[in-house]
Each structure stands twice: as structure tokens, then as C-alpha cells.
């Protein structure tokens, strides 16, 4: 069992294989790298999901890409996790709700255009897939197509969960507001709540109450971003109970093979969200107590870094394939093997344009801070610069 109360910990601990430490402002809350690691392990389990899906391997091949990136989609529920810890993780004291929204545009904004336009031309172009309608199109650049399910995978498939996220940033000012109000024992119960919030819409989907299934619905995913946000407050408050590293990623594993135990689609959430809940903050606690963790390591934050812009371009760059490789094309392994390669140094490349091209300078542009006009008689402050991209003190730039 660990603990950790992290506002003794202003600066995070250095070890080998960890980023070196850099300034942060005094009341800045210690960076967490193995959160950035780790995202980079769940955008590369939804990638493995559609390399199954566009049948790149056959026989053998495809039965050993089924078994392993099958339940990829449940990686989409980590990002909901994680974004709940660390919005809460780095919520800024006396913070504007007008002031977080700008952020959150200027983070996730620029790169969902830019792919959204690739996306729109990928359509035009390519002559088996479906061009989208202006209704469908304007709701997928105001991120509000997943709420309704015949639009949710319409332009940039994978955009269907920046509109969930999008529901929960709305959200995020009222429940931060909340956790900061509640002792432990409560944000604990509500972290309990969220759990069975999970559990209970894991089994009415299955035996469809519902006329379409929720596995895209932003409300009935909310429960995974509470609860994250539950884990990140019981960790500021020094409170979090739960098992080490290795032993949180063991259960987060084994509730990964047991989705294909459970109905297709929502009911997954189920099986993963107990292990996910506990590796997200056992990542955060090992990172403030500086005990080992593979996903600090420098190329795997550097890889998490570049994990939105991979999520995001990956499936377009797949889709664009079709044109060479044609659709499901059942390769043998070692054809397969040098395909998904391809494919994915292709998407690996473009997520790092995306990201030192689009997502870097937006934000910086988009949050430079404008200077007020100043008697002459009055000192003349100097302007704040916008903190480099890769240079927050949170592992998911806010």
C-alpha cells in the first residue's frame, strides 16, 4: 500500500532514465512524466485496434492481432481517466472557468482542425468513402457529433471522443469546485458512485434498455473522467490507498483480456476501469516518491508527448492506405508486419508534424498574453512569455 502527500514534493524526484527536473512557478504541483508514458501506450493500443479492423493480417497473424488489440477500444477509457486526474492534478487556485475553456481550445483546437480538413479532402478524394453531409460536417468542428450515434463516426472517426471531451471540460469548473468542498471519505464515496455509475450502464447497454448503444454517449462516459478526478484528489490530499506499480498494472492487464468475456462495445468499460483507476494514480505516486517506472523514461514521454497527434492522424493515414493496399487485405505475417510498419512510421511521422507544427505554436499563440496599456509614470512590466510546449508542469498541457 502507498501514500504520498505531494505538496512536500515541489520539484519532481530525478533518477536515471527520467527527464531532467526544470523550473517551475513556486506554486506549481510536481510533474508527473509516467502519465505522459502511459498515454503513449494507450494511443498505440487503439491503433493495434484498427490495424485489426482494416484486416491487414490473416490467418494465424490475424487471430494474434485479435488477441492482443481486440480490446484496444478500452484504451479510449483510459484517456477519460487520465483526463479527470490531470485536469484536477493541475487545476490552477482562484482559476476562471473562461480562463481553463481557452486553454482546453488552444490544447486539443488546432490539431482537431487541421486533421478534420485532412479528413474532409480524404473523403472528396478517396472514392469509397462517404462525404459527409454541412449538418454532420459543422458538428464535428463544434464537437457535438457524438451526441447524436448516426454522426458519431463521420469525418475523423476517433474525433467522436474529443467530443466527449469536450462535455467533460464544460463540466470540469462545477466539479472541481465540488471535489475542493468534500473531505476524503466523500470524494471517495463519489469515486465509489462513479464505479457503480460504470457498472450500472456496462449492464443495461448489454441487455439494450437503450435504443442505440451509449459507447459513444459523452454522458455515459463522464463517470470515467469523475473518476479520475476522485483519484487525483485523494492523491493531493495525501490520502490515496491503492496497490504499487507493477501490481495496478497487473489488474489494468487482466481486466484488458477479460473484455472479450463481456457484450461488445460500452460493456468493455467494465472490465478495465478498476485497473485503470488504480494504475493512473500508482504512475502518479511512484513519479512523487521516485520509485522506478518504465513509462518515465525519456523516449516514452517524448512518445506521450506526441500520443494525440499520433491518435489523431493514425486512422486518416490508415484510411488513405486503403487506396495502395486495398481493404482487408489478409496479409501473411511477415506482409502484414511490413504493412502495419509502414503505416505506422507514416503516422508516427505526421503526429510530429502535427505536433512541432500545429499543436506547439497554436497553443502559444492562441494563450500569448496581451499587454495593457500602462501610464508612462508606472513601471513597464515585462511581457510573460508562453511556456514552451513540452515544458508544463503537468503532463497534459492545460
Not at 146 to 152: L, Q, V
Not at 305 to 320: G, I, K, Q
Request: positive net charge.
Amino acid at each position: 500500500m502507498t501514500t504520498a502527500t505531494p505538496r512536500a514534493l515541489r520539484t519532481p524526484p530525478t533518477r536515471t532514465g527520467a527527464q531532467p527536473s526544470r523550473p517551475s512557478p513556486p506554486d506549481a504541483l510536481p510533474a508527473l512524466p509516467s502519465l505522459t508514458g502511459l498515454r503513449w501506450m494507450a494511443a498505440l493500443l487503439v491503433f493495434g485496434l484498427h490495424v485489426q479492423n482494416f484486416g491487414y493480417f490473416g490467418g494465424t497473424g490475424g487471430r494474434l492481432v485479435t488477441w492482443g488489440f481486440g480490446a484496444g477500444a478500452t484504451g479510449v477509457s483510459f484517456f477519460f481517466v487520465l483526463s479527470g486526474f490531470v485536469l484536477t492534478w493541475s487545476a490552477r487556485p482562484r482559476d476562471r472557468a473562461l480562463a481553463f475553456w481557452r486553454r482546453r481550445i488552444a490544447r486539443i483546437y488546432p490539431v482537431h482542425l487541421v486533421t478534420l480538413a485532412v479528413a474532409f479532402v480524404l473523403a472528396c478524394m478517396l472514392t469509397h468513402q462517404t462525404r459527409p453531409t454541412p449538418k454532420q460536417a459543422l458538428a464535428n468542428a463544434l464537437l457535438l457529433h457524438s451526441w447524436w450515434r448516426p454522426w458519431w463516426q463521420t469525418l475523423n472517426p476517433v474525433s467522436w471522443s474529443l467530443a466527449c471531451e469536450a462535455f467533460f471540460y464544460a463540466a470540469f469548473p462545477l466539479l472541481v469546485l465540488l471535489l475542493r468542498r468534500l473531505g476524503a471519505r466523500a470524494t471517495a464515496a463519489l469515486g465509489v458512485l462513479s464505479l457503480t455509475a460504470v457498472a450500472a450502464l456496462s449492464w443495461t447497454d448489454a441487455h439494450h434498455w437503450w435504443t442505440e448503444s451509449i459507447y459513444s454517449f459523452p454522458a455515459a462516459r463522464l463517470p470515467e473522467f469523475v473518476l479520475g478526478a476522485v483519484t487525483a484528489r485523494l492523491v493531493l490530499l495525501g490520502r490515496w490507498r491503492g496497490p504499487g506499480l507493477e501490481a495496478s498494472l497487473a489488474l489494468a492487464i487482466l481486466g484488458y483480456f477479460l473484455v472479450p468475456q463481456v457484450t461488445p462495445g460500452y460493456s468493455a468499460t467494465v472490465c478495465t476501469i478498476a485497473g485503470f483507476a488504480l494504475l493512473i494514480p500508482a504512475a502518479a505516486v511512484a513519479d512523487l516518491q521516485g520509485l522506478p517506472s518504465l513509462w518515465r523514461r525519456r523516449r516514452m514521454v517524448r512518445l506521450g508527448e506526441l500520443s494525440f497527434a499520433f491518435y489523431m492522424v493514425h486512422l486518416l493515414v490508415l484510411r488513405a492506405a486503403t487506396n495502395l493496399l486495398g481493404t482487408k487485405p489478409h496479409y501473411g505475417v511477415l506482409e502484414g508486419l511490413g504493412a502495419t510498419t509502414a503505416v505506422f512510421a507514416v503516422s508516427l511521422a505526421l503526429s510530429w508534424v502535427l505536433y512541432e507544427g500545429v499543436e506547439c505554436p497554436a497553443r502559444q499563440l492562441l494563450l500569448r498574453r496581451r499587454r495593457r496599456p500602462t501610464p508612462q509614470s508606472q513601471p513597464q512590466p515585462q511581457p510573460q512569455p508562453v511556456p514552451a510546449c513540452r515544458e508544463a508542469p503537468a503532463p497534459a498541457r492545460d
